[in-house]
T-cell receptor
Framework: KQEVTQIPAALSVPEGENLVLNCSFTDSAIYNLQWFRQDPGKGLTSLLLIQSSQREQTSGRLNASLDKSSGRSTLYIAASQPGDSATYLCAPEGGSYIPTFGRGTSLIVHP | DAGVIQSPRHEVTEMGQEVTLRCKPISGHNSLFWYRQTMMRGLELLIYFNNNVPIDDSGMPEDRFSAKMPNASFSTLKIQPSEPRDSAVYFC?????????????FGQGTRLTVV
């Protein structure tokens, strides 16, 4: 069974910092890995999807890397802003492309 | 497309009552997932459909839970009878499940409170 761990569980930083959110998973036999954002009381918004054949994906200030063999993915957030405050969830997709979720990293960016 | 649509957004019910949650996936998506989110356990997969057929229901907590997908555009998750420990946010997600690039899209969720 896939187990997903996200570190840190919570992060509070001043605006402008570059951030690193870590995700590790136990079963490296994955197809893709998605990063999601969840705002309080809301649904999940897809941020980035990395295919297993790729090493990284970029969208604006976000960059996600994937090291499938070691079971790790990292989400980089450049020049953080208060609007980035949310919970970030990592979800590797294994058999049948089913996403399995970690507990997330709760991020607060204060002005 | 309006995305994955779930209804109702909020549901408050008394213990023992039947609850039905509804989901309309994105048109053209052939895989549908139901998840439950709680503070204690995070996001847990309850059941997964592919082409309207339940493929994996190992996450369904007990017989009180049942799910159906009568057609490609509609799914229900039913709890009968409901219990206070079922209180959670239930999410539906859909994806194109037979391609390498399979981005999952989530609905806004149904917040269920059983009193």
């Amino acid at each position: 069974k896939q187990e997903v761990t996200q570190i840190p569980a919570a992060l509070s930083v001043p605006e402008g910092e570059n951030l690193v959110l870590n995700c590790s998973f136990t079963d490296s036999a994955i197809y893709n890995l998605q990063w999601f954002r969840q705002d309080p009381g809301k649904g999940l918004t897809s941020l980035l999807l990395i295919q297993s054949s790729q090493r990284e994906q970029t969208s604006g200030r976000l960059n996600a890397s994937l090291d499938k063999s070691s079971g790790r993915s990292t989400l980089y957030i450049a020049a953080s802003q208060p609007g980035d405050s949310a919970t970030y969830l990592c979800a590797p997709e294994g058999g049948s492309y089913i996403p399995t979720f970690g507990r997330g990293t709760s991020l607060i960016v204060h002005p | 497309d309006a995305g994955v649509i779930q209804s109702p957004r909020h549901e408050v019910t008394e213990m023992g009552q039947e609850v039905t949650l509804r989901c309309k996936p994105i048109s053209g998506h052939n895989s549908l997932f139901w998840y439950r989110q709680t503070m204690m356990r995070g996001l847990e997969l309850l059941i997964y459909f592919n082409n309207n057929v339940p493929i994996d229901d190992s996450g369904m907590p007990e017989d009180r839970f049942s799910a159906k997908m009568p057609n490609a555009s509609f799914s229900t998750l039913k709890i009968q009878p409901s219990e206070p420990r079922d209180s959670a946010v239930y999410f539906c997600a859909s994806t194109v499940g037979d391609r390498e690039y399979t981005e999952a899209f989530f609905g806004q969720g149904t917040r269920l409170t059983v009193v």
